[in-house]
């Protein structure tokens, strides 16, 4: 009995410790990637554990997770047909863990409503500190925590470089990609938690002057691809708004969205980034082929073509893409020194031509369609068909959970064919997705591992 009493208290506080970890995740990521990822095994394995001990299965008959695991299959029997097979079988062998993970997070950790506040005020709190770091790197060219590493870990200091902000991200575009992420969840969530205080608008106001200042940061980060899915987000919202006759909030959400575009207007990283935003992105949406995208986006192609049904294998577009059959035609035959990492005026054609290699082609559908052909494609697209249908059949659950339709605008422009995009098969990107959709479908779950 005693024995028995000792086995539970041990899980109840390897639970509670996880789903700490686990809410944690979002403010993690800021610092290790490794740490982040640890604790998604670690998760996904109670998770595993825990559905034995109630001999609780349920979720394995998830139409959404039936169809991953389907995608798991292809994924590791693409890889004996990859140009690496040992660094696609790494790769695809371990992505279950995201699967399971999400669902962990639909039944266990995200399902009531103790973690949920943990996961927003711990995020929130994230969201801060990376605004104050950006800040800190906007006036005196560092962000504390590079002045950190530097004293302690005697590490190079890092910042985003001319016309973006890093603030504590090595890697500059994450910051705004990390806000572009959790803004409109976290933000929704505490609009949920003070609808019925007083005063109501105040709180209101407060809370929207902070989404006005995260998007001025991600307008700073100077990631195009993070100001774009903001903008979409931010399109959506204040007519999701104006639909619902919320008028007040709709006009309010327009001044303070005006008044971030007249302030960022005197911003010396803005005027210098004005160029890069808009003028070099209408220029390579005309000029679509001959863009850097364009370029990385004809290579996807050129490999799909080569290898239609298996497609070259999970992260292997990095090593397929300096194969001469994947080369452009400025890189093709010009000898030592030219790398397709880089761009190159071809003196022959007259022509210069950009890079064609990449660590990926910067577009989830290219990506999934080079790395695992057709049938990999379809597949995903048929598991966004399925989370599609799941949230329309639960649509009076967004209407009533407010916080559920900020995770919906955060993942909509991710999912839009001609969005760039990060690596969709990277840790960092990976686990910030799945974390979402595994928080989202949380809400659509009205039992879980406690309770059947």
Known sequence: MNQQKIIKKSILITSEILSWCVCLIPAILIFSNSIADTIVVLASVFFIFLSSKNNNWLWLKEPWFKISVVIYLWLITTSFFAYNEELAL???????????????????????????????????????????????????????????????????KFHGGPGRLSGPFKDAPKSGIFLAYFIFPIMFGLIEKIKNKKPYYVFLTLLLSFLVINFYFVYESGHRTSILSVFISFFILISYFFWNRRRIIFFTTIVFFGGLVLYSSDSDITKASKHNMFHKSIGEIKNYPDSAYGALSITAFKMFKENPIFGIGLKNYRVACERDEFLSKGHVGTGYGVSPWKGHYNQGLKKHYEPTCSSHPHNLYLTWLAETGLIGLLLFIFLIIILCKKTFKNKEVISNKIISLGILLALFPKLLPMMPALNFFSNWNAICFWFLIGWLLSFFQKKNLKNL
């Open 90 to 156: 790494s790769r695809s062998v371990s992505w279950i863990r995201f699967i399971i993970f999400a669902a962990s997070l639909q039944y266990f950790f995200l399902n009531n409503k103790k973690n949920i506040n943990r996961l927003i005020f711990s995020t929130l709190i994230a969201l801060v500190y990376i605004i104050i770091e950006m800040s800190i790197e906007k006036f005196f060219g560092f962000s504390f925590y590079s002045e950190l590493r530097e004293l302690l870990l005697n590490a190079d």
